[in-house]
């Protein structure tokens, strides 16, 4: 499906297939060029986008910050799919931007750890867009919560796999993810992970161009985006995927800061404090007068997991470095050691499943939006 597809229902008058409808009035456009309207046909006010109608509402999984989202049945498939109704609230000019970025983002993305936007359908009213998404059983953070067993170490290499390869293809195809957390990455019943939500995603090029530092979650943002740097990297997804693989690992959040300063305080305390040596242009960041750091010369991942490996620990300090520069990529996270040794990661098909929890708020996030847990919100 083509941008300009997805881009023709908006501008026509659409319904939330919440139910049967009445036939809609006429549609009639304002011309952009002259004065005065002209009608629509009834066979083209939907563009090239299929109706909701032709989905089946099974069940309702999930609400979140960019919409509610659905359990359904493709009728003309008999495919079980997630339907996510894009949030309109205050919208008057046409479709939220974080969801215009969203659809463009995911249409030009096939890879097995990204969920899958198969594509746009619409209904009668204005207000009512879905996004048809693969659907994927749960989310990692309501796993975690409600795991009776933690994931063992096996486990916890599999799934931090499929992230690091999730990642690798959108860093090589200039996409930075810039929310990256537990509760969005979701799980397939047969052990697929995939990362969503990419409302907050943005491309990026080289030289990098200023972007607002308030981006993702504080419990996963790394120390450069708390102390002000404009311009972001791929590193801030990789520090992410750090405080995920120990929050697999310990079983409980890593750095759960309060506010944004308790959050470099539980960095320094956790890696040390920072300084030009390890961290060249560090006293040039825009907020470091800001703050007064502690004063802590050691790292204590180490202290923090005593029982990993020595190769479990080189990676982690990998993904841990304060140098944006010199912190780990995908690729290179992908080449460590540490899934290499035992216990070796095992295969996602036997990855333990969980259909007690299916259907509930687990389910939230099968569209890319936030589960209910707000674990770690902004």
């Known amino acids: 499906m083509r941008m300009r597809d997805v881009m023709a229902p908006a501008r026509a008058v659409m319904a939330d297939g919440g139910g049967p409808e009445a036939d809609p009035e006429p549609l009639r456009l304002r011309r952009l060029r002259g004065e005065g309207y002209f009608e629509v046909p009834a066979a083209e006010r939907l563009g090239r986008c299929r109706s909701v109608k032709e989905f089946e509402k099974l069940n309702r999984i999930g609400e979140g910050t960019y919409g509610i989202v659905y359990r359904a049945r493709d009728t003309l498939t008999n495919e079980i799919v997630a339907l996510k109704k894009v949030r ?9 931007i974080s969801s215009l970025r969203e659809i463009t983002l995911l249409l030009q993305f096939r890879h097995p750890n990204i969920v899958e936007l198969k594509e746009v359908v619409v209904g009668n009213h204005l207000e009512s867009i879905f996004l048809v998404m693969g659907y994927c059983e749960q989310d990692l953070a309501s796993l975690l919560e409600n795991m009776q067993t933690p994931f063992s170490e096996a486990q916890v290499k599999c799934i931090i796999l499929q992230v690091l390869k999730g990642l690798q293809y959108l860093h090589e195809n200039y996409v930075i993810h810039r929310d990256l957390k537990v509760s969005n990455l979701l799980m397939t019943d047969k052990g697929c992970v995939k990362i969503a939500d990419f409302g907050l995603a943005r491309t990026y090029g080289m030289p990098p161009k200023p972007m607002t530092p308030k981006v993702v979650t504080l419990w996963y943002r790394a120390p450069e985006l708390l102390l002000g740097m404009a311009t972001q990297t791929t590193s801030i997804d990789m520090w ?20 944004e300063i308790h959050q470099i305080d539980l960095i320094v305390q956790l890696l040390g404090t920072p300084n030009e040596n390890i961290w060249p242009g560090f ?52 080449d460590s050691s540490y899934f290499k040794e035992k216990p070796l990661p095992c295969e996602p098909e036997l990855m333990p499943t969980f259909p007690h929890h299916r259907n509930k708020r687990v389910a939230a996030t099968n569209a890319g939006i936030e589960s209910q847990a707000k674990r770690g919100k902004p």
Not at 88 to 96: A, V
Not at 284 to 307: A, E
């Open 88 to 96: 309109m609230d205050n919208e008057k000019d046409g479709m939220p």
């Open 240 to 259: 992410a995927a750090g405080c995920i693989l120990a929050e697999l690992l310990a079983h409980k959040p890593l750095l759960p800061g309060t506010s």
């Open 283 to 334: 006293s040039k960041l825009p907020l470091v007068s800001q703050y007064t750091l502690r004063k802590q010369p050691y790292n204590n991942l180490k202290h923090k997991f005593p029982w990993l490996s020595e190769a479990g620990q080189r990676l982690l300090n990998f993904l841990f470095m304060y140098d944006p520069k010199k912190r780990g990529t995908a690729k290179d996270c992908l």
